[in-house]
């Protein structure tokens, strides 16, 4: 018994080394050769990654769901992918040039148990298609964002598009936030509703002519009444595709729009004194 109990205790140290060997995650293939630094060369920008605060609040303003498909252009390890799936349930893509970049950022994604819903793409974010995204993350540079511009105006109104650091020109973004001293900026896509159309309520009732004009998000405009006066806009937004407008109608009551453009189609909803009605519209 006295020579057992040490080699029982040595049976356990080893036992316990076995089991902690066991409990590291397995250094993936590739890992050991290449180790990123901060600030290295990018091809259009460096390396830094955004911190961990920050990328949850970014997907958080952007109001990620399991339903949505997020791309981060320029993805570096893969960090805001990986907890867009992760945190969120979400589908998401990693544009990344540098491949060693890349292939480090899948190796992070199959660690985080994630890798069915991650994909890391080695490409040019100039060159790859990202239109079909709902939600669009960066931390690229203000002249790179001005590029990816037109593209992004282009996509599926109320795509949510969250930045890092820069601003997207005089395009002014939807709400800003700020987090362990690190600025960033959520836009969501509107809809293009500048130019006229001729709304009706279904029941028959009202009827006049929408002229609205446009600048990003924000809007403006006039509702030219079946006398043929333009009553002015007394307020008017769009947040993605919902449009909303008040003005003064023939009868000197406030009328309120509240409504969905869909193309050259809009359709919701106009309200007086609480009583609401259903309005449809189309481009004249
Ligand atoms: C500032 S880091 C941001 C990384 C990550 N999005 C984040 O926020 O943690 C920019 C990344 O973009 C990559 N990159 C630079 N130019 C690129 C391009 N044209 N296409 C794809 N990736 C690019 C760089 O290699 C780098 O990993």
């Known amino acids: 018994m006295i020579v057992a109990r040490p080699l029982a205790a040595a049976l356990a140290i080893c036992l316990s080394f076995a089991t902690a060997a066991l409990a590291q995650p397995k250094p993936e293939h590739g890992d050991e050769v290449y180790q990123p630094s901060v600030g290295q060369a990018g091809k259009d920008v ?8 920050l990328v949850t609040q970014m997907l958080q303003a952007a ?8 791309f981060d252009l320029g993805s570096g390890d893969g960090k805001i992918p990986i907890a867009a799936a992760k945190q969120y349930g979400a589908k998401s893509v990693g544009i ?8 480090l950022a899948r190796r992070n994604a199959k660690r985080a148990g994630v890798d069915n819903l991650v ?4 490409g040019d974010i100039f060159k790859e298609d990202f239109t079909r995204a709902t939600v669009v993350t960066m931390y690229l540079l203000p002249d790179l964002n001005l590029k990816l511009r037109p593209i992004i105006l282009k996509m599926k109104p109320g795509t949510r598009v969250t930045s890092h650091q820069f601003h ?5 973004p939807d709400e800003s936030f700020t987090q362990e001293y690190r600025n960033a900026y959520l836009w969501i896509v509107p809809a293009e509703v500048a130019g006229e159309w001729q709304i009706r309520e279904e029941s028959g009732g009202f009827q006049g002519t929408l ?7 924000k809007v403006g405009g006039t509702l030219t009444l079946p006398n043929g006066k333009p009553q002015p806009l007394l307020g008017a937004s769009l947040r993605g595709d919902k449009l909303w407008f008040s003005f003064v109608d023939g009868e000197n009551n406030l009328r309120t729009g509240t409504v969905t453009v869909a193309g050259a189609k809009l359709f919701g909803d106009l309200s007086l004194s609480g009583r609401t009605t259903n309005v449809t519209g189309a481009r004249k």
């Not at 990344?96 to 292939?103: L, Q, T």
């Open 46 to 53: 460096i390396w830094v990654p955004t911190p961990d605060s």
């Open 168 to 172: 997207m020109g005089d395009w002014d």
């Open 119 to 122: 994909t890391i793409i080695t």
């Open 63 to 70: 109001k990620t769901t399991k339903d949505d498909l997020v």
């Open 211 to 217: 002229s609205l004009s446009q600048r990003y998000q």
């Open 96 to 103: 990344e040039y540098n491949p060693d970049m890349a292939e």
